[in-house]
């Protein structure tokens, strides 16, 4: 069965929402795991809580996308 062109542009972008959770995840990770080795982020409360918003903001947009755009059927 062949996907329409919406299926298709939905599905690409809850894939890109996911990726972006992903990095973002193994971000905070990084930071908490092995803060000594992250040279560039002097502030890690700050740089945590950016990661943080990302994975908000990207959940967020994911649940528009599959609940609005995104039809199993």
Do not use: W
């Not at 809580?49 to 609940?67: F, M, P, S």
């Amino acid at each position: 069965m062949s996907l329409s062109f919406q299926e298709e542009l939905t599905m690409s972008l809850m894939q890109d929402c996911m990726g972006k959770i992903g990095m973002a995840k193994m971000n905070i990770k990084v930071m908490l795991n092995n803060p000594t080795g992250v040279g560039d982020h002097s502030n890690y409360v700050q740089s945590i809580r950016e990661q943080a918003k990302i994975i908000a903001e990207q959940k967020g947009l994911l649940d528009v996308l599959e609940k609005d755009f995104y039809d199993e059927n």
